[in-house]
């Protein structure tokens, strides 16, 4: 039989892959993030004051303005902001420097596209197939396909149970054909960075045995494009279950 990577490869060399990964993926329409005029008469005072004030107001928004390896630390432990005076002053150097109404423009930038991809999938299978939020009912359930409907812990701690072992939340938990199976759903847009981890983390579940389940990786993005990357390499040689989210109804006839 054909790999599921190998129909995944052939489905996009066809043409036309792009129209109906929309159906699923469905890119939005740029938006701003919100910034009400009281937040800006906020900013605006805190410019005017001290580097402390201003950066502690800052981190108080959703989105720090300019890309820093120091936000996320700071974010966590802000105590550090003034026992770090070299770093206060460095950071809220370069914000005065943008001047009030970039720093705004950066505040206000819409959400990464791919930060929401993970909703979209999974709006996708809810409108696609029947959800069981009881897990009683859910895994006496006699439909051909049925999922776990909760939480990323929810759908971990029930894969446990089964026997599963796994450390990170799967994206989904389906029952099919009295089979259990264990997905994990990954957009992959580029090499490199929080993407190959992804992939990562993807083939790792994909990888694993389990006695009462099946694992897959549902895979979509450039790594069906054979010269696209190492990632596209690994898959042609993948025997696991890795492929597009539009070849999920076919998977699951085979089960």
Known sequence: MVSW???????????????????????????RRSFSQDQYQE???????????????????????????????????????????????????????????????????????????????NHWLHQKYQFEADENE??????????????GEKLRQFANQIGCGIQKQPDFVAKVNKRFVIGEAKFIGSEGGNQNRAFDDAIKLASSSFKQSVSVAILDGIIWIPDSGQMARRLKNFSGNALSALLIDNFFDEL
């Open 5 to 31: 990577a190998e129909q995944s490869f052939r489905l996009v060399a066809r043409g036309g892959y792009l129209d109906r990964l929309a159906e699923i993926y469905i890119p939005p329409e740029p938006s």
């Open 138 to 151: 859910f895994t006496r359930a006699r439909e051909k396909v049925i999922l776990l409907d909760g939480s």
């Open 43 to 121: 900013l605006k005072l805190a410019f005017n004051s001290d580097d402390a004030t201003l950066l502690k107001c800052i981190l108080g928004f959703e989105k720090f303005p300019v890309n820093d390896p120091y936000i996320s630390f700071l974010r966590l432990r802000p105590e550090e902001i003034r026992k770090s005076p070299k770093t206060l002053r460095r950071i809220c150097k370069h914000l005065r420097k943008l001047g009030l109404d970039k720093v705004v423009e950066g505040l206000t930038e819409p959400k990464q596209f791919n930060r929401q991809m993970g909703a979209m999938f």
